[in-house]
């Protein structure tokens, strides 16, 4: 995901709630381009539980990920339906003008419990315990993915997403994220990534050298080997070189509450600097 529209949407969520709410404001295949060019839409909440007061405003955050290029602008609108108007395409394509900017980031932890449970078992007191410390940047947001990370802490529009957080450890990568830095503890990945290779890639070649700006660490190659992937990371002046092996789905797994997952990832075989290896196995 390349870009983000943050719809305000207080009160309980059903399953399908994101989805109800997009066909409504997006009747027919409004959003299918802007999806496939790299849209990620999400139901925002303040954290807690409110419920909107009859006639208030809704808060709508749209926000471009693209490295070097990020921005996030909010808007305020009386009903959903004006946001028919927004341009989603140029939103999708990185373009500003929408709204009022504003000064990132946010910080986004799903809590959407009724789409998985785990979200609102670990998420909510990650949200309760960032609101206190950080009024008005925090919001929870509807289902991100992954429940078996949650509770799961996405940064926008920075664009990291950081999972199996409690308070304490949400609180140490809102600080970070809040000097213009990504904390490597618990990171899962850069959104806008090209692919989960390169997001592995990057946060392998982060570990290695411990780099920790946004921007200092970018996947700008991909190359498949057979059953392996090569790919290239720039981190400041260096490139990196990363072969890495899908693991295949091996069984079933507790996640952290109840649900049973398929446990699946990738393991790297080498980093390499040019002709310089430091990493085996």
């Known amino acids: 995901m390349t870009s983000f529209l943050l719809i305000e949407q207080p009160g309980a969520w059903a399953p399908d709630a994101l989805e109800t709410t997009l066909a409504e404001v997006f009747p027919g295949r409004r959003l299918d381009a802007a999806r496939e060019a790299g849209l990620r839409p999400l139901l925002i909440r303040k954290p807690g539980r409110h419920a909107r007061v009859p006639g208030s405003p809704v808060t709508v955050f749209v926000a471009s990920g ?5 921005w996030l602008e909010r808007l305020e609108v009386n009903d959903l339906a004006e946001l028919a ?14 709204g009022t900017p504003v000064t990132g980031p946010l910080f986004l932890v799903c809590t959407h419990g009724s789409k998985d449970m785990c979200c609102a078992v670990f998420g ?21 993915g992954g429940d078996r990370w949650a509770g799961n802490l996405l940064t926008v529009p920075d664009g990291f997403l950081h999972g199996g957080l409690g308070a304490a450890e949400a609180e140490l990568v809102a600080k970070e994220a809040l000097h213009g830095n990504v904390r490597l503890d618990h990171l899962r990945g850069r959104t806008s990534a090209e692919s989960p290779w390169a997001q592995y890639a990057e946060i392998a070649v982060r570990n290695h050298t ?21 790919v290239v990371v720039a981190a400041r002046e260096r490139r990196f070189e990363v072969v890495l092996r899908r ?17 699946s990832g990738f393991t790297v075989e080498s980093v390499r600097e040019q002709s310089h290896e430091f990493i085996g196995g």
């Open 210 to 230: 411990g780099l920790r700006g946004l921007d200092a660490v970018l996947a700008v190659e991909e190359h498949s080997n057979g059953e392996t992937r090569t």
């Open 124 to 144: 909510r007191p990650v949200a309760t315990g960032l609101a206190q410390n950080h009024p008005g940047l925090v919001w929870e947001v509807s289902h991100v």
């Open 85 to 98: 108007g927004l341009d989603v395409d140029a939103v999708a394509a990185g373009r500003r003008g929408h």
């Open 247 to 263: 693991v295949p789905a091996a069984g079933a797994g507790v996640s952290r509450c109840s649900a049973r997952v398929v446990l």
């Open 66 to 70: 693209r490295p070097g290029k990020r």
